[in-house]
């Protein structure tokens, strides 16, 4: 508990820098679930680091000093600068994206300082995705007069709010745009383009090609899309079993894999140790190539360096020109070089405000590059490579001896199909981009590991990653 109050004393901190006389920030959490929380169920909530749902469910009757302590702390009001009435609704049904729950509010804050806007954010915590849930809180923030709102859903989610024929216009952080039909025009979507990664690495790979999932959606479908997109060889799909990985877990795959280019369309500590298994099973990879689920300075901590000779990774996260913003969000554990959650609610928040609250500035928001256009946010591939202090843009000249399928406008990728993927968006690979971790000299993202590990190892087993 001692932590958690040095914490919201930094918090305090950070929102105080700048005072003036304007009307306060203002965090407003509503419990949609209907659950009621005793003091050893709110205890519970604070441990875990689940503050949304500990605001939504404190009752001054049911906690002790500590905790009245620690919501006092939370929901204070802290006034900053600002010039523009900013109130976004934020629907979250915190049961299905789980951990992500945190990573949206701690990137408002991180926001509301930056910019130092005269803000309303309001919490409708739905619990889970059914249409009476999530009904109840469009229904809730129209009348307590917003007209946008964040919503980090699945495409189930948003399948019931496009149904709903809501006035409210809605930013998705975690789906891309050719992961869900909407009817509706109120929808812009900020998720990354997974196909578009894979198709970018295939052209480092050699013609033997063999890819590697784990049992998850994403991880699957990652899979099955290369494997369709690919017309000049055939392409080894090898699915891991359990989500333990040993000495046996490649073993399976023999002479498919050896000499071949692996795909590794696992999360971070599955790649880790997968290219680790590739080294000690003598498989001789061509190139390791790897999607964004695998881009964080985890992997280069854990994996060997000789783990990672030929290893190169995809990202469409670009580094951000604005530093008080990364900055801050650094100090609220968030990472907006690696985390694509964080970076796409970051710059959902940014496009509301200029497109609905600050003249309409729709080319870019603040420190970020994208544009948004036909209701999704353009991201670019740009493939790295793991160096020992973290990542730098690839040199390597591409081989192209693979041939893909010429996409037209009516092809949908095989993530449409699927009513849980979060991925996709179109991609540009010419645009030259400096890396976040280049020499010894930067070696913030590796040291980063340390105070985001046990955060990395759960957020692995959300279905957006």
Not at 113 to 125: E, I, T
Not at 201 to 214: F, M, N, W
Not at 220 to 249: E, H, P, R, Y
Request: aromatic residues 8%; hydrophobic residues 40%; proline residues 3%.
């Amino acid at each position: 508990m001692k932590k958690l109050m040095v914490l919201f004393f930094a918090f305090t901190l950070l929102f105080a820098q700048k005072m003036s006389k304007v009307a306060p920030v203002q965090d407003e959490f509503v419990n949609l679930s209907g659950l009621t929380c005793d003091t050893s169920c709110l205890q519970k909530l604070v441990k875990s680091g689940d503050l949304a749902s500990f605001v939504a469910s404190y009752d001054a009757k049911k906690g002790d000093k500590e905790l009245a302590s620690l919501h006092a702390n939370l929901t204070s009001r802290h006034v900053v600068h600002g010039m523009h009435d900013v109130k976004i609704a934020v629907i979250v049904p915190e049961k299905v994206i789980k951990l992500y729950a945190k990573t949206i509010s701690r990137t408002l804050l991180s926001y509301a300082s930056k910019r130092y806007v005269d803000a309303k954010f309001k919490f409708y915590l739905t619990g889970d995705e059914s249409r009476q849930a999530l009904s109840a809180a469009v229904k809730n923030a129209q009348s307590d007069g917003f007209k946008v709102a964040i919503a980090p859903l699945t495409a189930e989610g948003v399948k019931v709010v496009d149904a709903l024929d809501s006035k409210l216009s809605f930013y998705i952080p975690t789906l891309n745009k050719n992961a869900v039909s909407v009817s509706g025009k109120n929808f812009v979507f900020g998720g990354v383009d997974y196909k578009a990664q894979s198709k970018k690495l295939l052209a480092y790979s050699t013609k033997k090609i063999a890819a590697v999932s784990d049992n998850s959606t994403v991880s699957k479908t990652i899979s099955q899309d290369i494997k369709d997109m690919v017309t000049n060889s055939d392409v080894f799909v090898l699915t891991l079993a359990t989500q333990k990985i040993g000495i046996g877990s490649l073993s399976a795959g023999g002479a498919k894999m050896r000499n071949a280019t692996i795909f590794l369309n696992t999360p971070t500590i599955k790649s880790a140790i997968l290219a680790s298994q590739i080294r000690v099973n003598n498989l001789r990879p061509q190139a390791i190539l790897m999607p964004q689920l695998s881009y964080n300075p985890l992997l280069v901590s854990m994996a060997q360096e000789l783990d990672l000779t030929r290893a190169l990774v995809a990202t469409s996260l670009k580094p951000l020109k604005d530093e008080e913003l990364e900055a801050k969000s650094g100090l609220l554990n968030q990472n907006l070089n690696f985390d694509w959650i964080t970076y796409s609610s970051a710059y959902g928040v940014e496009y509301l405000y200029k497109t609905h609250f600050n003249a309409g500035d729709v080319a870019g928001a603040g420190g970020f590059e994208e544009k948004v256009a036909e209701n999704q946010v353009q991201y670019d591939v740009i493939i790295m490579e793991p160096t020992s202090y973290g990542f730098k843009e690839a040199v390597q000249k591409p081989l192209n001896e693979v041939e893909t399928k010429a996409e037209s406008s009516a092809e949908n990728s095989n993530l449409n199909a699927n009513a849980n993927a979060t991925l996709n968006t179109n991609a540009n690979a010419k645009t030259p981009v400096k890396s976040p971790v280049q020499s010894p000299a930067k070696t913030s993202s590796v040291k980063a590991t340390k105070t985001t590990n046990d955060q990395t190892q759960r957020k692995e087993k959300s279905m957006f990653n």
